[in-house]
């Protein structure tokens, strides 16, 4: 029996006779075996930076911008670290205002907050969202060397101290995320979004899946984060479990190389061939809805080579209990799937306008879709799945049956439990 996440549960099912599998997980990496300690120690000995209550002083306004409820950051423990070097600083907490970075999702619900900072820190601390739609809440900061609009939160602009906290994972356009991305994107305004979302970055033949050398979304929003005033990180790399491996705390840039060097340890494997099936875990957070489940696909097939051939089929256990999505840039996603004709139309269209922001994700699954079939099984809303190009089935026998008959039943099938925090590399 094999076994995948399915929201907060797990998903267990066979491959069919007449089919062969391989199992793909992320490398052993033993977890921190005191993570409060691991996280103080990363504090006390930054990385290229002085330690944070040097930084900062009595008087100081700070503001932390760490992730939504979309990103496993172990946030619960990473503020309150933070919280305590600003308070041995002597920063009042009148003077610190913590920013959940949304990017284009939805705004964070109260109990969310409470479930990424604990109750105690959001009764004591102001708690909000940035706001990437609303000019009186942003600053303009001039324009990135690429040409990208430099707009970011007035919160995090003005602040006389700008940390971020993060988790260094693979991201299908910045390499990894954490790091710069949770400002430059997560507090951005909606004009940075659309930008480094359209074709000319996601196009790039830099911009890839766990590269961030020679990667021009990476260096843009490197240079926003920095124009924006960000001076210090806590990041950390976990493992499909959520358990920690690593953390480092210090400069934006010199903590989160070494913190990618690590990811790269734990999430790189390597795989024989392409595949004519793979099966890609999500789980929660990330299968709350198809925009964010739909990653697991597109990180399989814009992995360096695609895990699957051309016209094969990835299968995609995702509950989907808010349909495409809540947020604006989720909805954008889904009318631009749902009114095309076609996987193959949408990209013709496409590739001759600006995106709005939420698009680049129709963008990267019709560019998927035109090659492979994406079913997702056990979805609350089969109808949004077919409305955006997928193929819904009620449970995995059903979509293994329907793959069989798009690829035959003798298929080699690849199962990635966790295809988010697993990077398959196709041996040479």
Not at 3 to 11: C, D, H, I, L
Not at 239 to 245: E, F, H, K, L, N
């Amino acid at each position: 029996m094999l076994t995948v996440p399915y929201g907060r549960k797990q998903m267990t099912f066979q491959v069919p006779a007449g089919m062969t599998a391989d199992l793909l997980s992320s490398n052993d990496k033993p977890p921190l075996a005191d993570p409060a300690a691991a996280i103080a120690e990363a504090m006390a000995r930054p990385v290229g930076s002085p330690p944070l209550r040097e930084l900062a002083k009595p008087g100081d306004k700070v503001c932390i911008v760490f992730t939504d409820a979309t990103r496993a950051s172990p946030d619960h423990l990473l503020v309150p670290a933070l919280l305590r070097e600003l308070e041995a600083a002597g920063v009042s907490d009148g003077d610190i205002t913590l920013l959940c970075g949304i990017g284009m999702h939805r705004p964070s619900t109260a109990a969310e907050k409470t479930a990424k900072l604990g109750e105690a820190v959001v009764r004591r601390y102001r708690v909000i969202d940035s706001e990437p739609r609303n000019p009186e809440r942003l600053t303009q900061l001039g324009v990135a060397s690429t040409g990208a609009p430099m707009v970011v939160s007035r919160t995090a602009c003005e602040a006389d101290l700008l940390i971020a906290t993060g988790i260094v994972e693979p991201h299908q356009y910045a390499g990894y995320s954490g790091g710069r991305k949770t400002v430059a994107i997560g507090a951005a305004g909606e004009a940075v979004i659309e930008y480094t979302h359209a074709p000319r970055f996601l196009d790039h033949p830099g911009t890839r899946l766990g590269r961030v050398e020679g990667n021009l979304f990476h260096a843009t929003i490197t240079e926003v984060a920095r124009a924006a005033g960000l001076r210090f990180i806590l990041n950390a790399v976990c493992d499909d479990a959520g358990r920690i491996v690593a953390v480092r705390a210090g400069d934006p840039q010199a903590a989160f190389l070494e913190l990618v060097d690590e990811a790269k340890e734990l999430y790189v494997r390597s795989i024989p061939h392409p595949y004519d099936i793979a099966v890609g875990g999500v789980g929660y957070p990330k299968d709350a809805n198809l925009y964010q489940a739909s990653r697991a696909p597109t990180y399989l097939y814009f992995a360096p080579t695609p895990v699957v051939r051309r016209g094969g089929v990835i299968i995609v256990p995702a509950v989907c209990q808010e349909g495409a999505g809540e947020g604006v840039g989720e909805m954008r996603c889904y009318e631009a799937l749902r009114n095309a004709p076609s996987a193959a139309a949408l990209l013709d269209e496409m590739r001759g306008r600006a995106f709005e922001a939420g698009e680049q994700r129709a963008y990267v699954i019709a560019q998927m879709l035109a090659e492979i079939d994406v079913i997702i099984v056990g979805a609350e809303r089969p109808d949004v799945v077919r409305d955006m190009k997928m193929i819904p089935a009620a449970d995995m026998d059903e979509a293994f049956r329907l793959a069989a008959g798009i690829v035959g039943e003798r298929a080699r099938v690849l199962v990635v439990p966790h295809a988010l925090l697993t990077l398959p590399v196709v041996a040479e």
